[in-house]
């Protein structure tokens, strides 16, 4: 088969694999696996990938796409080749038929773009342990406020820099699994602004 695993036509039939997958298309997915496995491709190489798309791809709309890819590495790397070749197909197909959220990807991104601006941003003190009594005459710890000495196990405490205060970076979507997560984070948002100002107050314990 025509295939060069250093040259063009590898990274021309990867993409093609991952843009399948994403694309949702399990028929094309199984094809250009098996162009890429027929051809001698090293089938770790293939399961990196679809460990990668578990994670750019489908994220939290379906937890479980991940626990599946690394299976399937697990799998070809226990038993070689070419029985590995039916859990990768396995785990491809799940990929390109799982729902999709690139949510965690973006999100990801804007941290990274935040994280290179701001990389002198100190730690609230409130989040800070007071391992030392010096640090705590400092204001280590100090109106920390801990989450499980609330009844609904939250609290209106701040955790992001003052700069990036209110900053939103994982932004689910209604995919799978993600909007039960979208719902969730909903109703913690919503709990917040009720009960701003009222939150437990439990020392600087961690």
């Not at 796409?65 to 990768?88: K, T």
């Not at 491809?92 to 994280?115: F, H, I, Q, R």
């Amino acid at each position: 088969l025509l295939y060069d695993k250093a040259g063009e036509e590898h990274y021309n039939l990867i993409s093609a694999l991952h843009k399948s997958v994403r694309n949702s298309d399990a028929d094309a997915t199984l094809y250009w696996l098996g162009r890429m496995l027929e051809a001698g491709e090293d089938p770790l190489y293939i399961a990196r990938r679809i460990m990668r798309m578990a994670s750019e791809d489908i994220g939290l709309a379906d937890p479980h796409a991940l626990e599946i890819a690394v299976a399937a590495m697990q799998a070809v790397h226990f038993v070689g080749m070419p029985e590995g070749n039916l859990a990768l197909a396995q785990a491809a197909v799940y990929m390109a038929l799982a729902p999709k959220s690139n949510a965690l990807y973006t999100g990801y991104g804007e941290v990274v773009a935040d994280a290179q601006k701001t990389v002198a941003e100190p730690v609230p003190l409130h989040l800070r342990n007071a391992v030392t009594g010096l640090m705590a005459n400092f204001g280590y710890g100090k109106d920390y406020q801990y989450a499980h000495k609330a009844p609904e196990r939250l609290t209106d405490m701040q955790c992001l820099p003052d700069n990036l205060k209110g900053r939103r970076y994982y932004k689910p979507t209604d995919e799978g699994f993600e909007k039960r997560l979208k719902e969730k984070m909903q109703a913690i948002e919503e709990w917040k602004k009720k009960h701003a100002g009222r939150g437990p107050k439990a020392g600087a314990k961690s």
